[in-house]
């Protein structure tokens, strides 16, 4: 079996399984999970999880989370500049 992956959202690191099949299976059991949101014990936080684990293996959802990591961050650098 690989070695488990690791997935950085600005300070946030998270660790995802190393296998490509299974990390997709994740994934889209979360956005599922996360979909069906208003059901007990599914929440709608698992939709953005599921998301970012799905970036680790198809481009256009990376391409996403990259864009969103960089506008995060240039908003952050730009609230500490106005204190």
Do not use: N, Q
């Amino acid at each position: 079996m690989e070695e488990p992956s690791t997935i950085r959202f600005g300070k946030f690191t998270m660790r995802v399984p190393g296998s490509p099949g299974l990390r997709t299976a994740l994934g889209v059991a979360l956005c599922v999970g996360g979909v069906l949101g208003f059901l007990p014990v599914l929440g709608f936080w698992m939709l953005p999880l599921g998301l970012l684990v799905l970036s680790i293996d198809f481009h256009p959802i990376r391409r996403l989370r990259r864009r969103t990591e960089v506008r995060w961050g240039r908003r952050r650098k730009g609230s500490k500049k106005t204190r």
